[in-house]
């Protein structure tokens, strides 16, 4: 049986929604998943439909969402449903929604410089399964300064700053690109490249960290299965909505 997946794409059309969703698409397509793409985020209002899922991608910027919305994700996800994204797609998504960065584990505060700054990713080794056999690699593209949970576990980094700025005052940050959190029972991937579809083409291995990484997501939920995991040690949580 073919795993499911559900992409939502839209918001600022600046970050190429539609074609890093077809991307996506057809990623998850080559390793056997059955993957649809919504134009809305109505289609995050049935909760019973979410959690027949094994992944969820955002690919949504500055948008904003219904409570209820962002309430059954977390719900969805909480039950072992992946979610994965990629650079204001998914980590600056909705700004006023604090609770779905407290879901994502980040939220984008600055791009010092603004696009075409080159940087490089680096690789933490032996980090995860996701950068096995990656090596440190450039990018030129927008160099996410982002807020992050200290939960994550990182996966790569790039060093802060670059470009002289108010914050080059304070000591030089590695600053994540890549991460895994848990939410509940579900695996949270995500990683800040991707300001344009074409940096995946440019550079390859961040098309390889977001295929891994949804992959990876997308697992949770069988794992959750096999080792018979249920949501009732998170049930007081419910009480926050």
Same mark, same amino acid.
């Given at each position: 049986?073919?795993?499911?997946?559900?992409?939502?794409?839209?918001?600022?059309?600046?970050?190429? $929604?539609?074609?890093?969703?077809?991307?996506?698409?057809?990623?998850?397509?080559?390793?056997?998943?059955?993957?649809?793409?919504?134009?809305?985020?109505?289609?995050?209002?049935?909760?019973?439909?979410?959690?027949?899922?094994? =992944?969820?991608?955002?690919?949504?910027?500055?948008?904003?969402?219904?409570?209820?919305?962002?309430?059954? &994700?977390?719900?969805?996800?909480?039950?072992?449903?992946?979610?994965?994204?990629?650079?204001?797609?998914?980590?600056?998504?909705?700004?006023?929604?604090?609770?779905?960065?407290?879901?994502?584990?980040?939220?984008?505060?600055?791009?010092?410089?603004?696009?075409?700054?080159?940087?490089?990713?680096?690789? +933490? $080794?032996?980090?995860?399964?996701?950068?096995?056999?990656?090596?440190?690699?450039?990018?030129?593209?927008?160099?996410?300064?982002?807020?992050?949970? #200290?939960?994550?576990?990182?996966?790569?980094?790039?060093?802060? $700053?670059? &470009?002289?700025?108010?914050?080059?005052?304070?000591? #030089? &940050?590695?600053? $994540?690109?890549?991460?895994?959190?848990?939410?509940?029972?579900?695996? &949270?991937?995500?990683?800040?490249?991707?300001?344009?579809?074409?940096?995946?083409?440019?550079? #390859?291995?961040?098309?390889?960290?977001?295929? +891994?990484?949804?992959?990876?997501?997308?697992?949770?939920?069988?794992?959750?299965?096999?080792?018979? =995991?249920?949501?009732?040690?998170?049930?007081?949580?419910?009480?926050?909505?």
């Amino acid at each position: 049986m073919k795993k499911k997946a559900l992409i939502f794409q839209g918001g600022w059309d600046g970050h190429e $929604p539609a074609l890093t969703s077809k991307r996506f698409k057809g990623l998850l397509e080559k390793n056997g998943f059955e993957a649809e793409i919504s134009d809305t985020l109505d289609c995050l209002a049935d909760l019973d439909r979410l959690m027949e899922l094994d =992944l969820m991608v955002s690919c949504w910027t500055m948008g904003e969402i219904k409570r209820e919305y962002t309430v059954n &994700v977390s719900k969805a996800v909480g039950a072992g449903v992946g979610l994965a994204g990629c650079h204001g797609g998914m980590c600056d998504s909705f700004r006023q929604d604090t609770e779905w960065q407290f879901i994502t584990g980040g939220q984008w505060v600055s791009h010092p410089g603004g696009d075409g700054i080159e940087y490089t990713v680096n690789i +933490r $080794p032996g980090s995860s399964p996701i950068t096995e056999g990656l090596e440190d690699f450039k990018v030129k593209s927008e160099h996410y300064y982002l807020h992050v949970d #200290p939960s994550i576990e990182v996966l790569a980094t790039t060093r802060f $700053p670059l &470009v002289s700025y108010y914050h080059i005052s304070n000591k #030089p &940050v590695d600053m $994540p690109v890549a991460w895994t959190k848990y939410w509940g029972n579900g695996r &949270v991937f995500y990683t800040s490249l991707g300001h344009h579809d074409d940096v995946f083409d440019n550079s #390859p291995n961040a098309q390889i960290l977001m295929e +891994r990484g949804m992959l990876w997501a997308a697992d949770g939920k069988r794992y959750a299965v096999e080792k018979g =995991l249920t949501t009732a040690r998170f049930e007081n949580s419910a009480k926050m909505y």
